[in-house]
């Protein structure tokens, strides 16, 4: 039988008045994203990652994904006032989720699964990524 834990983590992240995000610039997102994965991923899984990411309501913020052998590397994109994208890594997240159900060791499960879940509101300038950890034990 297999069981599955979920724990989701909250993550703030502030961000500036809203500029157009209409027109958001892939390529730019690629470029941003890509200084933090580094050879970590191709240009392919990056790319296949942001348009699979979860946008804020306002198109401001993206979470993306992208599950590795040995963990799951996870971006935080976020418009600037300026209309320019910065990117966070925040994986660490992952390894946070992992010591909350009580293990570091990710080996004691048979699969695992960390994705960005949605986003929340937080006062003017800010929202709340949540993000969730899926693993299965036999």
């Not at 983590?9 to 200084?35: G, M, Y």
């Not at 993306?64 to 935080?76: D, E, F, H, S, V």
Request: proline fraction near 4%.
């Amino acid at each position: 039988m297999l069981r599955c834990l979920i724990v989701l983590f909250i993550c703030t992240l502030s961000l500036p008045p809203t500029v157009s995000a209409d027109d958001v610039d892939v390529d730019e997102l690629l470029s941003v994203s890509s200084r933090i994965v580094g050879d970590e991923v191709t240009d392919a899984e990056l790319s296949n990652a942001i348009a699979a990411g979860l946008w804020n309501d306002q198109r401001t913020a993206l979470a993306i994904a992208i599950p590795g052998p040995n963990r799951t590397l996870l971006i935080a994109l976020v418009q600037q006032a300026s209309g320019d994208f910065i990117a966070a890594d925040i994986s660490r997240i992952e390894g946070a989720l992992f010591r909350t159900i009580g293990l570091a060791d990710r080996t004691s499960y048979e699969r695992y699964r960390t994705t960005p879940d949605h986003w929340r509101k937080a006062g003017d300038h800010g929202h709340l990524l949540v993000v969730r950890l899926e693993a299965w034990t036999e």
